[in-house]
């Protein structure tokens, strides 16, 4: 039990440092799965290893747990695939999953074959291990970057799609593997196989969908259970599946996610962010179980020929898959480019190359032992060179090349009422982008007629994402006066904005009861609410702005006037604006701020450098 306690422990130590060093989470998974499993048998008395995952699951548990984690990973993964965002692009990613697959599975055989002087046989089983790349990683690393939208999209589809077809990839050439030593040659019935696979895991993963959808629309399952069923019945077809042919588990997750991800399902926020809870748990255990399963033997043996071949796989076999693919894509070349070099590996091929040595080691007769060892080390290496490589250069080169999505300013205000429609002028006096949603066709159009941005819409809808041009939205403020309302706007923008980037109006309750603790995304640092706002402006409460000497000026003016003075952000030179909230509430450089006076307040000459009126 102590050994289980701590895989999940320093998986989620491992999730918390990837995030402060900003690199993709599998990389201090593995490290740390190779610190506790081959490398500690340098520090202990008998040589044994701190964990090893297999005993701590034995036999074949092992890999049922993997392959069950894996097809709940691939479901989440699709949940984020949306058909409207590809429809430009679709051929390109169309030929990086078959043409790209391809040169890979060739290229990866051929580089093995003569490098590492490995059979034909397992030279072609690592090719079509290194087929695949995943959200797991590929994910962390747009989310980084934040590349612009052409490539973001591609690498997203690619490395979610590229899994499960990897996978099959890799079960299509063991098969070969193990019918070419029955003594009738390689049986072209493999391929037959590899078709059923495919076509079981579209079609049932299609059914689980609708079956889950039917049951949310028609109201059959209460709130509380539907993360719980959704994930219990991606667990059922995943195994249904693969009851019907091995392997079709993958293809049905997935296809399960992309499915719900494209039907007008209001829930679907709720479970994708239970989901991405799920999916980090088990990345974290798998990483650290199957990197404490390598022997220091095995990665002894792999000698400077391996890293001759990772080289190739990375400066040679994906650009060629890349180039070939985009031949002619709306992409341009530095697109291309940045394309070619992120190729990273994630928890499939990591799954599947332990699954597929374990029982060529074992069953004996297919393949040379000593090679079926060398698969798993060998594919460890080449994921985590990706990740360090790729991972860590990432930011350096699509900045580099100029694909980096510039880092928007615009303002999302959700209401378009009469606080919301100052706020939006007085915000969009600074030359600052906004655009108001409210679901109120009249204030819509009061807001049109004061030459604002203005539509009609469901700020919570799933369709918002698709109606709203977030490439120029950074920030969303949330003014109504319902203030459920502002807490479920902020919440639904999260992730799309940041939580540093999503402020609300303090409620009724946290305006009356200074007990309560201000969340920091409460804007403009103060517990006024929206009716005290708007009664404030109604009479004739002026904005103004003042520029600061230095920070103490400022901290001097705040103590001396907070009851006075509602601040509300800061403005510089960039055409930037900094909203006060608890994130922010003064600012390191000499910003000039804009705040709310109330009546009769006179600013005195010794409280400004500067000043002028906004009315």
């Excluded at 402060?20 to 008998?46: H, M, N, V, Y």
């Excluded at 792999?302 to 898959?321: C, D, E, K, N, T």
Aim: proline share 3%.
């Amino acid at each position: 039990m102590l050994e289980l306690a701590s895989i999940f422990v320093l998986g989620i130590f491992a999730q918390w440092l990837a995030w402060k060093i900003k690199q993709p989470a599998i990389l201090p998974l593995i490290l740390i799965g190779l610190a506790i499993g081959p490398l500690s048998t340098f520090f202990t008395e008998d040589g044994s290893k701190l964990i090893d995952g297999d005993a701590i699951f034995t036999g074949d548990l092992l890999f049922s747990f993997v392959s069950i984690s894996v097809g709940v990973i691939l479901f989440e993964g699709g949940l984020t695939l949306n058909i409207k965002e590809i429809r430009s692009l679709a051929g390109t990613v169309r030929n990086l999953l078959i043409i790209g697959a391809l040169v890979t599975f060739v290229g990866g055989g051929f580089a093995a074959h003569y490098i590492m002087n490995l059979s034909w046989e397992i030279s072609f089983l690592f090719g079509a291990l290194i087929i695949v790349s995943g959200p797991t990683v590929v994910i962390p690393i747009l989310r980084n970057v934040r590349p612009n939208t052409n490539v973001n999209t591609v690498l997203k589809w690619e490395g979610i799609l590229i899994d499960p077809l990897g996978a099959l990839v890799a079960v299509l050439m063991y098969e070969f593997i193990l019918s070419s030593k029955h003594g009738n040659g390689y049986q072209l019935e493999v391929f037959q196989d590899f078709f059923i696979t495919i076509s079981a895991g579209i079609v049932l993963g299609g059914l689980g969908a609708l079956f889950l959808y039917y049951l949310i629309k028609n109201n059959s399952l209460p709130s509380y259970l539907q993360n719980v069923f959704t994930l219990a019945l991606v667990i059922f077809t995943f195994a249904f599946s693969e009851l019907i042919h091995a392997e079709a588990g993958l293809m049905a997750a997935t296809v399960m996610g992309i499915v719900l991800a494209n039907v007008k399902l209001e829930e679907l926020k709720k479970i994708l962010s239970f989901k991405e809870d799920v999916s980090v748990i088990l990345i974290s255990v798998l990483f650290i179980l199957l990197s404490s399963r390598i022997d220091i033997a095995q990665i002894e043996k792999l000698g400077w020929p391996s890293i001759v071949l990772f080289l190739i796989v990375i400066f040679l076999i994906r650009p060629i898959g890349v180039l070939l693919s985009t031949r002619k894509a709306n992409l341009n070349w530095k697109e291309v480019v940045f394309i070619s070099w992120i190729g990273p590996k994630g928890i499939v091929a990591a799954a599947v190359a332990s699954l597929f040595s374990i029982d060529l080691v074992r069953e004996g007769g297919y393949v040379d032992p000593r090679e079926a060892e060398l698969l798993l080390p060998l594919v460890f290496l080449i994921i985590v060179g990706t990740v360090v490589l790729q991972g860590s250069s990432a930011k350096w080169v699509a900045s580099l090349l100029g694909v980096r999505r510039k880092e928007p300013h615009g303002v999302l205000i959700v209401g378009a009422n009469e606080l919301a429609r100052k706020i939006a002028k007085i915000i969009a006096s600074q030359g600052i982008y906004t655009l108001m949603v409210d679901t109120s066709i009249p204030n819509v159009r009061e807001a049109k007629k004061m030459g604002l941005r203005a539509m009609q819409a469901n700020i919570l809808s799933d369709n918002i994402f698709d109606e709203i041009d977030l490439s120029k939205i950074g920030k969303l403020v949330a003014v109504t006066s319902n203030s459920g309302l502002n807490d479920l706007a902020c919440s639904w923008f999260e992730k799309e904005l940041g939580e540093h980037n999503c402020f609300r109006l303090a409620s009724k309750e946290e305006s009356e009861n200074t007990n309560i603790p201000l969340p920091k995304n409460v804007l403009f640092n103060t517990r006024t609410d929206f009716v005290a706002l708007v009664q404030l402006l109604r009479s004739k409460g002026a904005v103004e702005e003042i520029t600061f000497e230095n920070t103490v000026h400022y901290e001097e003016f705040m103590d001396k006037h907070t009851t006075q003075v509602i601040p509300l952000f800061y403005k510089n030179d960039e055409d930037q604006i900094q909203l006060i909230s608890g994130f922010s509430s003064k600012s390191d450089k000499l910003d000039t701020l804009v705040f709310i006076k109330k009546p009769n307040f006179a600013i005195q000459e010794e409280d400004v450098a500067s000043d002028s009126d906004l009315n």
